[in-house]
Each structure stands twice: as C-alpha cells, then as structure tokens.
C-alpha cells in the first residue's frame, strides 16, 4: 500500500491491536492469526518485545498477500525507526514525542504516530510532520478529554490508547477519535502466555462490533 491508502486503512479500521509480550516468534504468528480471524487488520509489534524486528520482519513475510498491516511500537530513536523500516514496517509509534523519530520515518516515506498526552504535547506531535498522535494513556481523561482537545485542535488525527475497551471503544470515536490503539484489554499477556486464541479471537470481533 502506498502511504495514504495506509493512512485510509487505520482510519477504516478503527483498531490498532498492540502485541507486547516475550513470546516465542511462533506464538506471536498464532496471536496474529488469531486476531485476523476476529477481524482486526492492524497490528503493532512494541520494540519492547524481544527479537521485535526479527517478528516484524517475518510476519510482513507471511502475510504480504493479504490486506493487513504491520507496525512497530515504541520506537524511542531514529535508529530503531531505520531498522524497523528496514525489517518492512508499514507504520511506526512513539510513546512520547520524538520529532528525530518522525523526520526518519518521513524520510523513508513511513506513516508515523507521535505520542503525547497534554494539548502541548499533542500539537508539537502534529508540528513535527506526525500523521497521527498518539494520546496515552487515554484512560485518565477519558472521551471527554479527547472532545476538549479537538474543539481548540479539530486538525489532530487523534489515536487514544490505553484503557480502551469494547464496551467504551463506540465513546472515544464518537468524541472525535480517528481510530484506537488497544493492547492488554485484547491481547494480555495473561491469554498470551496461555494460549487462549479463540478468547482472542472473539475479543476481537467484540471490538469490531463495537467499532461498527
């Protein structure tokens, strides 16, 4: 895909599913497929996982002929950016605002996602060039504070994660949203560690739903 058709699909999509856990690369195969089979078409693999870029890497490999999406998350610096476009990334995430981080990932021609949480933060995310910003954690301000920021800053393609759930996924879009990051709530390492991938699975379809 071409960065705006890659812009469009999160947007269309409305879920980002964040991975972070110290798996074995097999399970987070399974952890993938399971998601794909609940419907969710954008994953994002944290750096701070182990071997994330040996992950990203085959997982692009795997899956280059279907439609899903495959990015890397908390990336902290332009090296990793470079490493991580180099392992076949589709998008890269700060936690906070890195502007070195975003230059790389335009430089490659990347989507990227700036973190920030204050108004401050989150319109020096949008100045540094950022396609979307991150606002995290989104649980302490909840739907609201998203509605707060968007009435000074209608411009931020905003991206709430943490503490969204499927039951208050429909809130955050509706106050503004473009789309959501989810991680623990959807794939916890507790059901990772466990194996459990049809409780991930049907997790999943209840984001979809909800989202719908």
Not at 43 to 72: C, D, F, H, V, Y
Not at 97 to 113: D, H, Q, R
Not at 181 to 199: C, F
């Amino acid at each position: 895909m071409r960065n705006d058709e890659i812009k469009e699909f999160i947007k269309s999509e409305k879920i980002i599913a964040v991975i972070r856990a110290d798996l074995k690369e097999e399970l987070f195969f399974k952890a993938v497929q399971a998601l794909f089979e609940g419907g969710i078409r954008c994953i994002e693999i944290t750096m701070t996982s182990p071997n994330a870029l040996a992950i990203i890497e085959n997982l692009k490999k795997e899956w280059e002929r279907k439609e899903i999406l495959i990015g890397t998350g908390t990336v902290l610096d332009a090296t990793t950016c470079r490493l991580a476009v180099l392992a076949g990334t589709d998008f890269i995430v700060t936690p906070t605002l890195l502007p070195e981080v975003v230059a790389t990932a335009k430089n490659y021609g990347i989507v990227s996602m700036c973190g920030g949480f204050t108004p401050t933060e989150l319109f020096h995310a949008w100045q540094t060039g950022a396609d979307f910003v991150k606002l995290f954690p989104a649980s302490v301000g909840g739907p609201e504070y998203i509605k707060a920021i968007l009435g000074p800053l209608p411009h931020l393609s905003i991206v709430p994660t943490g503490g969204i759930s499927h039951e208050n996924a429909r809130k955050f879009l509706d106050a503004g949203a473009v789309a959501l990051g989810v991680g623990g709530n959807l794939v916890s390492k507790k059901l990772l560690a466990s194996e459990n991938y049809n409780l991930i699975t049907e997790t999943a379809q209840l984001y979809k739903s909800a989202v719908s």
